[in-house]
């Protein structure tokens, strides 16, 4: 045994045998890390389009959330305006207020410029809060981010206090974070010629 771990098995380690397991090990780790990474980001890999991207994503986040106001918001080029944050694709109960542009202050823009999440659970205690429906009580915002690339926002709206769950935060992030791989991967531009208005 000693023979082995003295002499045999660094012999083994350095030469040519050595160098391909090192390689084939290190391949087999990327793939298994790329695969987890995909299992994790890449929900919407199916998605051909961005109609069926937003619909099917918007439908996950209600199903996730369980309330009546959702929004998937997205950062366009606005042309001599600059960039825009617009509402993409949202799911809203009738009689309560829709709106497509997204105030450059407030709950949302912050959450986009920071690339943090927040998550009010008093609503009426946030000086940013844009009283846009007067039965929200608490928000949840996630930002669409990857690498530094910031795409948009998810925006929840519910009428309890304290109705954002850490499950559901961490959902949404999931929900994100696919959102933006298969931006990415669709080679989002930002032009909001090519984006379509999706309401459930």
């Not at 160098?19 to 998605?47: A, N, P, Q, T």
């Not at 619909?55 to 918001?73: H, L, R």
């Amino acid at each position: 045994m000693s023979f082995f771990t003295g002499l045999l098995f660094p012999l083994l380690r350095d030469s040519i045998i050595g160098k391909i397991l090192d390689w084939v090990i290190e391949w087999f780790s990327k793939k298994i890390v790329k695969h987890r990474d995909r299992g994790r980001c890449g929900k919407y890999e199916h998605c051909k389009n961005y109609e069926e991207l937003l619909t099917t994503a918007i439908s996950d986040i209600v199903d996730i959330t369980k309330t009546d106001y959702n929004q998937i918001i997205l950062c366009v080029n606005a042309g001599s305006h600059g960039l825009s944050l617009l509402v993409c694709a949202d799911k809203i109960a009738d009689g309560k207020q829709k709106y497509r542009v997204v105030a450059n202050n407030g709950l949302i823009a912050t959450s986009f410029h920071t690339g943090k999440y927040i998550r009010m659970a008093k609503i009426e205690e946030n000086s940013r809060y844009f009283v846009a429906v007067k039965e929200t009580k608490s928000e949840l915002v996630v930002p669409i981010q990857m690498d530094g690339n910031k795409v948009g926002v998810i925006n929840s709206e519910a009428p309890e206090k304290y109705y954002y769950t850490n499950k559901m935060l961490k959902e949404l992030q999931e929900i994100a974070n696919s959102i933006c791989l298969r931006l990415v991967e669709m080679h989002f531009s930002g032009d909001p010629q090519e984006i379509p208005y999706i309401s459930l």
